[in-house]
């Protein structure tokens, strides 16, 4: 099945924030929210946290999938609103999310989204900053938040350097970050190696070993049953179908990575209009993408 909305998925677990940018909420002791995306949506999140728990102060951590202003743009706000609350990120993470330039680009391109929803944020205070990490996850950590509730770590670098994708074994739920890539409009795999293709492949195949039945992704959808259970093969398959387009395309334009990412762009992202993500994020990413193929041929 193919969940677009928020809401609960299963017993303790809920899909808060608006869809298209959703956090997750595991109902352990105490609560655990993945990601935090976009800073416009942490008033959204406080709403839902407060319909969920109650009282917002029980929230006991926020565990990152990566260093993305769409995965952490409302962590500021949150850690604001809740004085006790954790972070908890894949190490690297700790060491962007404090460099200036990183935090400059990530406020810009969250400021890209502030400007259109100005009605919704109202008078609240959602700015974004520079984000101190508590907790420095590894490969292979798990962490033990009782009834049941156990998480594994696991290291999926490929889209960025920091990237972890967090497994709950109690209801066999994935929550790979992008690191399995995202829908388009046409249901298709947007493959997402920015960082590196060949680290991307190793930690789909680490993800392949899993039993999923619950998949969360990033933006809008959520899978189970067989759904899920397909994903991350597909995942595999688009990736190396992408890779080959671009190092195809490399050759014909002899090594020209502005003439490759024109030529996809004009394809995919005017032609087919069916890329879900806002120009300058595609155009970031689809550079980096290229990038990481031509320098790993
Ligand atoms: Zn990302």
């Known amino acids: 099945m193919i969940i677009e909305k928020t809401g609960k998925i299963c017993e303790g677990l809920y899909s808060i924030g608006y869809h298209f940018i959703p956090a997750f909420l595991l109902m352990s002791t105490p609560p655990v929210l993945f990601d935090a995306g976009l800073t416009i949506a942490g008033p959204r999140y406080l709403e839902d946290l407060e319909e969920y728990l109650g009282d917002i102060n029980k929230l006991g951590y926020i565990f990152l999938t990566h260093s993305h202003y769409d995965h952490c743009g409302a962590v500021p706000f949150l850690k604001r609103n809740i004085p006790g609350l954790k972070i908890a990120a894949g190490k690297q993470a700790a060491e962007i999310l404090k460099k200036p330039n990183a935090v400059k680009l ?16 109202g008078t609240a205070d959602i700015s974004f900053s520079t984000i101190d990490i508590d907790i420095l996850f590894e490969d292979d950590d798990e962490y033990d938040l009782g009834d049941g509730w156990n998480i594994q770590v696991i290291a999926t670098p490929g889209h960025t350097k920091d990237s972890v994708s967090y497994y709950i074994p109690k209801v066999k739920a994935l929550i790979p970050g992008e690191a399995t890539g995202v829908y388009d409009g046409n249901f298709e795999i947007q493959s997402e190696f920015t960082s590196s ?42 990736a190396q179908a992408f890779m080959k387009r671009i190092d195809t395309l490399l050759s014909r ?45």
């Open 106 to 121: 990530m406020k810009s391109l969250n400021e890209d989204y502030e400007q259109k929803f100005r009605k919704q944020i």
């Open 197 to 238: 293709y060949r680290d991307y492949i190793r930690s789909i195949e680490k993800l392949l070993t899993l039993d999923v039945d619950i998949m969360l992704l990033p933006h809008i959808h959520i899978l189970t049953g067989e759904d899920a259970g397909q994903h991350i093969q597909k995942s595999l398959e688009s």
């Open 253 to 297: 334009f002899n090594g020209d990575r502005d003439a490759v990412i024109n030529d996809i762009c004009a394809e995919d992202y005017e032609g087919k209009q069916t890329v879900l993500q806002d120009k300058r994020s595609y155009l970031l990413n689809l550079g980096a993408k290229v990038k990481a193929v031509a320098e790993e041929r």
